[in-house]
């Protein structure tokens, strides 16, 4: 038994609590401070658990022992790593994911609501994006030198790219794309036009090609793949080429005969992406113990790496962020990154649905480019993840997309 009627309005709400309360965090938030973020979430997180415990007592639900068992594991794992000094960011990060793993074990909330929350809360993102942008709105970590650093150059057509409010183009871009799926997938009001074409205007503002190919790919998934078995497959073939050329960087081994290096193919292809993993995962290889890969052991100073051009010479500018989100949450602990990639993976099997797996694949697949996917900054990925694996549960396994 799930929750309904006034309740479900509730949930609703407080889904937009969550999300405003990143929304405010974001424009609070300074270079030199991250407590706006950190508090946000313990607000955030606090309300789901409360919440959730109100409603199980009500209804009586039902415990799922093997999911149970996950959250025991990993909740005992994070208790041991904030006691043993590691980052509060980890064990914050993975009892959001928890709760709203409980939430939407307890409550139902309707497609049309969640489509509607997700389309409302984009609109609103966007629009502050273009006011922050434009200087309309000063925030206390933006300056207009941020903004007009990056361009679009189409022959007769230039114009600058659009940052997300948290100060990067990478925010935006792949919040794009997302709602994009979701309007395709999901929505089957009237105003889906509407977002279809919000979402794409912004895809051309930030016109990144990383989310760009990512989208198409995942587009084409829905005609590719079509059971649970093709969907696992696609995600752990992704991952062994992942992995393999992790593998290839570090080794520096060249499988290539040309005139330029693979290394040089990597670096073009995952725009200079490939310079950083090559530098960290060695660091991290060198400095961890056990309890490091158990526990969490990364820090901003430790991961660090020298930005190069792609002939060799330094930029004099350096990274700790990967701009991965699975090496930085392998980073922040391996053992809590296993477990929680190991249930998604079983979730997307157990409850696979074809256009829900499009959504979800486009997910997994901007999380090789970009860090901030599943992060204590915009839930809505969390929020949507838990969502279409635990909550919505419609057969829709042979049914297309409805003509835009």
């Given at each position: 038994?799930?929750?309904?009627?006034?309740?479900?309005?509730?949930?609703?709400?407080?889904?937009?609590?969550?999300?405003?309360?990143?929304?405010?965090?974001?424009?609070?938030?300074?270079?030199?401070?991250?407590?706006?973020?950190?508090?946000?979430?313990?607000?955030?997180?606090?309300?789901?658990?409360?919440?959730?415990?109100?409603?199980?007592?009500?209804?009586?639900?039902?415990?799922?022992?093997?999911?149970?068992?996950?959250?025991?594991?990993?909740?005992?794992?994070?208790?041991?790593?904030?006691?043993?000094?590691?980052?509060?960011?980890?064990?914050?990060?993975?009892?959001?994911?928890?709760?709203?793993?409980?939430?939407?074990?307890?409550?139902?909330?309707?497609?049309?609501?969640?489509?509607?929350?997700?389309?409302?809360?984009?609109?609103?993102?966007?629009?502050?994006?273009?006011?922050?942008?434009?200087?309309?709105?000063?925030?206390?970590?933006?300056?207009?030198?941020?903004?007009?650093?990056?361009?679009?150059?189409?022959?007769?057509?230039?114009?600058?790219?659009?940052?997300?409010?948290?100060?990067?183009?990478?925010?935006?871009?792949?919040?794009?794309?997302?709602?994009?799926?979701?309007?395709?997938?999901?929505?089957?009001?009237?105003?889906?036009?509407?977002?279809?074409?919000?979402?794409?205007?912004?895809?051309?503002l930030t016109f990144k090609m990383t989310p760009i190919i990512g989208l198409l790919i995942s587009l084409l998934t829905y005609y590719v793949?079509?059971?649970?078995?093709?969907?696992?497959?696609?995600?752990?073939?992704?991952?062994?080429?992942?992995?393999?050329?992790?593998?290839?960087?570090?080794?520096?081994?060249?499988?290539?005969?040309?005139?330029?290096?693979?290394?040089?193919?990597?670096?073009?292809?995952?725009?200079?992406?490939?310079?950083?993993?090559?530098?960290?995962?060695?660091?991290?290889?060198?400095?961890?113990?056990?309890?490091?890969?158990?526990?969490?052991?990364?820090?901003?100073?430790?991961?660090?790496?020298?930005?190069?051009?792609?002939?060799?010479?330094?930029?004099?500018?350096?990274?700790?962020?990967?701009?991965?989100?699975?090496?930085?949450?392998?980073?922040?602990?391996?053992?809590?990154?296993?477990?929680?990639?190991?249930?998604?993976?079983?979730?997307?099997?157990?409850?696979?649905?074809?256009?829900?797996?499009?959504?979800?694949?486009?997910?997994?697949?901007?999380?090789?480019?970009?860090?901030?996917?599943?992060?204590?900054?915009?839930?809505?990925?969390?929020?949507?993840?838990?969502?279409?694996?635990?909550?919505?549960?419609?057969?829709?396994?042979?049914?297309?997309?409805?003509?835009?």
């Amino acid at each position: 038994m799930m929750i309904s009627g006034k309740r479900n309005s509730l949930s609703v709400s407080l889904l937009y609590f969550v999300y405003f309360a990143f929304l405010l965090a974001a424009l609070l938030t300074t270079r030199s401070s991250l407590a706006p973020v950190y508090f946000s979430n313990i607000v955030s997180v606090g309300a789901i658990i409360v919440y959730v415990f109100v409603c199980s007592r009500k209804l009586g639900q039902k415990i799922d022992l093997p999911l149970l068992l996950v959250v025991i594991v990993a909740f005992f794992t994070i208790f041991f790593s904030v006691f043993l000094g590691s980052e509060i960011y980890t064990a914050l990060l993975y009892l959001k994911i928890i709760s709203l793993v409980g939430f939407f074990c307890v409550v139902r909330v309707d497609k049309e609501q969640f489509v509607k929350f997700l389309n409302v809360t984009y609109l609103v993102y966007a629009l502050l994006s273009l006011f922050i942008f434009y200087n309309i709105i000063p925030i206390a970590h933006y300056s207009r030198w941020d903004h007009y650093s990056m361009y679009v150059n189409l022959g007769q057509v230039k114009y600058a790219i659009v940052y997300g409010l948290e100060g990067s183009v990478a925010y935006l871009d792949s919040y794009s794309g997302f709602i994009l799926l979701v309007n395709i997938f999901l929505n089957k009001g009237k105003n889906r036009r509407v977002y279809i074409f919000l979402s794409c205007l912004f895809i051309l503002l930030t016109f990144k090609m990383t989310p760009i190919i990512g989208l198409l790919i995942s587009l084409l998934t829905y005609y590719v793949i079509r059971n649970r078995y093709s969907a696992i497959s696609f995600l752990l073939v992704a991952n062994f080429f992942f992995i393999v050329l992790l593998y290839l960087l570090i080794k520096d081994i060249d499988p290539f005969d040309s005139v330029l290096s693979f290394k040089d193919y990597a670096y073009i292809v995952t725009h200079a992406r490939t310079m950083i993993w090559e530098q960290q995962i060695p660091t991290m290889l060198k400095s961890y113990n056990i309890s490091d890969y158990i526990f969490g052991g990364y820090n901003s100073k430790l991961f660090s790496v020298a930005g190069t051009q792609l002939w060799g010479s330094d930029t004099g500018t350096f990274y700790d962020n990967p701009h991965n989100t699975y090496l930085l949450l392998f980073f922040r602990s391996a053992f809590l990154f296993v477990l929680f990639y190991s249930t998604l993976l079983i979730a997307v099997f157990k409850n696979f649905n074809r256009k829900h797996s499009v959504i979800i694949l486009f997910i997994m697949l901007v999380c090789y480019s970009n860090s901030s996917i599943i992060s204590l900054q915009n839930p809505v990925y969390i929020i949507s993840l838990t969502y279409l694996l635990i909550n919505y549960k419609e057969n829709e396994n042979t049914l297309h997309p409805s003509r835009i």
